[in-house]
């Protein structure tokens, strides 16, 4: 427990003191408590969501760095993307699978940031009626499945602990887009998007990527 308030305490003051861009620590939200913090975010200028305003809520376990923290949009306004269900859940591997104790609060953000900016076409999940009525309301209950997409980025940039060939982070993005993306990606590791498609049961058709509740068989 002394060692996750530290590490809290330390990430903390780091995004105080040099947040990423558009993003800022909502401090009346860690008033009470250092373990559940709300960022306050801004569309970057350039993309589909510039001068929109999303909250991002974190909550840490106490076995956080080693367990990673359970990361949702939360609020009035939730992003309009395909990888963001309406219920705030987001489909990004380092928030699950890909998650290391190098990563922090920066990190994730960072990565939100690429996310939407390489965003091409404002819409949900496809399947975002029946995973928001069926999912557990913490996203970290859900079993992803991971869906393999071309990354633009692969050998961009100074980053070389990412996942490896075929495994990217985000749909191909725009040109307009590559400068502010190449800038983010030099100072967070290199997440994995997922495809957002949910099964829920072992009846349901089988999906070779998305969220789902039970294994497929075999």
């Known amino acids: 427990m002394a060692s996750m308030q530290k590490r809290l305490q330390k990430e903390l003051l780091a995004l105080q003191n040099d947040p990423p861009p558009g993003m800022t620590l909502n401090e009346k939200s860690v008033q ?3 373990t559940q913090w709300i960022v306050d975010m801004e569309g ?10 999303f909250q991002l809520l974190f909550k840490f376990s106490s076995r956080y760095p080693f367990d990673s923290p359970q990361v949702m949009f939360t609020g009035e306004n939730i992003p309009v993307h395909p990888h963001v269900y309406s219920n705030g859940h987001i489909c990004l591997s380092i928030l699950t699978e890909d998650w290391s104790p190098a990563l922090s609060v920066q990190s994730v953000c960072l990565s939100i940031i690429s996310m939407l900016s390489s965003c091409k076409e404002k819409r949900r999940p496809p399947d975002n009626s029946f995973y928001v009525r069926t999912c557990n309301k913490n996203p970290k209950k859900t ?10 980025l692969a050998n961009a940039g100074d980053m070389g602990s990412g996942p490896g060939p075929g495994r ?11 400068p502010q993306l190449l800038s983010l990606r030099s100072r967070a590791r290199e997440p994995q998007l997922l495809s957002p498609h949910a099964t829920t049961t072992e009846a349901s058709v089988p999906r070779a990527h998305g969220p789902q509740q039970e294994k497929p068989p075999q």
């Open 44 to 53: 970057a200028p350039g993309t589909l969501y510039e001068g929109e305003k």
């Open 168 to 178: 990217s982070h985000m749909p191909q993005s725009s040109e307009a887009h590559m």
């Open 143 to 152: 079993k992803w499945w991971y869906h393999v997409v071309k990354n633009p």
């Open 32 to 34: 009470n408590s250092i």
